[in-house]
């Protein structure tokens, strides 16, 4: 997954299509654990737009979005919060979520 910046987000989640981002902080070690369960699971779904940014340089989208903590997974459609979750639990959470996103 790569980092994105503010204008590329905000490009992004307007489009007709599922777009997922993971929001974390570089020193978060729980953020490390649920990137790399979000990289295995991403693979399942190539017709899902996947992102991350560090929410140390997007404040504005921070309090806008009311991120409580890190890590946290933003699921959107169309410029509309679908969910927001801060437990990722596991790779098999993560697969059911998507799973049920992409079938509604």
């Known amino acids: 997954m790569k980092d994105w910046t503010k204008s ?9 299509q599922i777009t997922v981002i993971y929001f974390y902080t570089p020193m978060c070690g729980t953020c490390q654990v649920a990137k790399k369960m979000l990289e295995v699971t991403k693979e399942l779904f190539p017709s899902f ?9 997007i404040p504005d ?7 409580e903590s890190v890590p946290c997974l933003m699921v959107f459609q169309n410029g ?3 969910e927001k979750i801060y437990a990722f ?13 992409q079938t509604t």
Not at 49 to 57: A, E, K, R, S, T
Not at 89 to 101: A, D, P
Request: proline letters at 0%; a negative charge.
């Open 89 to 101: 639990h596991s790779v098999e959470y993560l697969y059911n979520l998507f799973k049920s996103i």
């Open 8 to 16: 590329l987000l905000l490009e992004e989640i307007e489009k007709d």
């Open 49 to 57: 737009q996947f992102g991350m940014l560090d929410v140390n340089y």
């Open 80 to 82: 509309e919060i679908l």
């Open 61 to 67: 989208i921070s309090v806008k979005w009311e991120i």
